[in-house]
């Protein structure tokens, strides 16, 4: 397998300590849990999606565990303004945090609340059952360009998680690239579902939702191998990375960095397992397979 040299990873504004990243809506809740994960060999983390409003979720259940990944409809709960105070230990971290509005608006105002405390934000344009928000604004291009738009001119790095439920998601990405994004991250959950033959009902509570973890992997590779030709801003791999392997398949798809969600529910330790094998101080330098399997 391929090995990594060790270094700081400079990607879309933000100097992570390693190419891994703690995604977006896991262990992203309290600033003590991001603190964690940074000690458990995280190179970065994402918070939890944050919003204009606090919001309870939706009804339970809101997690299936499969034997392939996760089926989750937590329905974006979030303290809102109040998470404000739980960042404010983590200044001058790699923290980005990711934030969701209903239109540009709400994007900026709540971008603006933390605008002191974070090393980018994370866009989320791509949660696939958030009614009026995530991927119901996230399909739209000129929405897409115009959250970006908003949330850039704070002047702080923008990155922008894309929902793969749509048909093309490279029209996506540029829109993302064209509103001034620093980087693009693919993929969200992917909309799925599944039912309880004995109860006959949907397991979720809300009935459909996003799926990660190993069954999306595929999914993600390919949304990251045709951004990479699309778009010329870095692009941050996501769905489904749980081994070393997978981290430089992502990288050779086109990836700069990858985040890691569901792994971590199997593995808390997941950051220390995979860098065991990823890095060596006699390792290549990352730059030369980012992108290596395009023709
Ligand atoms: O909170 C959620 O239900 C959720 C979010 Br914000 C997201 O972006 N993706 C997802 O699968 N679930």
């Known amino acids: 397998m391929v090995v990594l040299k060790t270094g700081p990873v400079p990607v879309g504004g933000v100097v992570l300590e390693n190419h891994l990243v703690l995604a977006a809506g896991v262990l992203g809740t309290t600033g003590s849990?991001?603190?964690?994960?940074?000690?458990?060999?995280?190179?970065?983390?994402?918070?939890?999606?944050?919003?204009?409003?606090?919001?309870?979720?939706?009804d339970?259940?809101?997690?299936?565990?499969?034997?392939?990944?996760?089926?989750?409809?937590?329905?974006?709960?979030?303290?809102?303004?109040?998470?404000?105070?739980?960042?404010?230990?983590l200044a001058k971290k790699p923290v980005v945090i990711s934030i969701f509005g209903g239109d540009p608006e709400e994007f900026a105002a709540v971008a603006g609340w933390f605008a002191g405390t974070a090393a980018a934000f994370e866009l989320n344009l791509s949660c696939p059952h958030a009614e009026g928000y995530g991927a119901a604004i996230g399909s739209?291009?000129?929405?897409?360009?115009a959250c970006t738009r908003a949330v850039a001119q704070t002047g702080l790095p923008v990155w922008v998680k894309l929902t793969p439920n749509v048909t093309e998601i490279t029209g996506i990405g540029r829109a993302a690239e064209k509103g001034g994004a620093s980087a693009?991250?693919?993929?969200?959950?992917?909309?799925?579902?599944?039912?309880?033959?004995?109860?006959?009902?949907?397991?979720?509570?809300?009935?459909?939702?996003g799926l990660s973890g190993p069954a999306v992997f595929p999914v993600a590779v390919r949304c990251v191998y045709e951004l990479y030709e699309a778009c010329r801003i870095p692009i941050?791999?996501?769905?489904?990375?749980s081994t070393a392997?997978?981290?430089?398949?992502?990288?050779?798809?086109?990836a700069s960095a990858v985040e890691i969600g569901s792994a971590v529910y199997?593995?808390?330790?997941?950051?220390?397992?995979?860098?065991?094998?990823?890095?060596?101080?006699?390792?290549?330098?990352?730059?030369?397979?980012?992108?290596?399997?395009?023709?």
């Not at 994402?46 to 979720?57: L, M, R």
């Not at 959950?189 to 009935?207: D, F, N, Q, W, Y």
């Not at 392997?245 to 086109?254: F, K, L, Q, Y």
């Open 236 to 241: 941050i791999g996501c769905g489904g990375v």
């Open 184 to 209: 693009i991250v693919a993929i969200n959950t992917v909309k799925a579902m599944r039912i309880s033959t004995e109860l006959r009902r949907p397991v979720l509570g809300h009935g459909f939702g």
């Open 33 to 58: 849990s991001l603190a964690r994960m940074l000690s458990l060999g995280a190179g970065g983390v994402v918070t939890k999606s944050i919003g204009p409003v606090p919001k309870d979720g939706h």
């Open 245 to 254: 392997d997978n981290v430089i398949e992502m990288m050779m798809a086109g």
């Open 140 to 145: 739209d291009p000129a929405l897409v360009e």
């Open 60 to 89: 339970g259940p809101c997690l299936a565990v499969l034997d392939d990944g996760l089926l989750n409809a937590m329905g974006l709960p979030n303290p809102s303004q109040d998470f404000v105070a739980e960042l404010a230990p």
């Open 266 to 295: 199997r593995d808390v330790k997941i950051f220390e397992t995979i860098k065991a094998s990823l890095y060596a101080k006699d390792g290549i330098d990352p730059a030369g397979i980012v992108g290596c399997a395009h023709g």
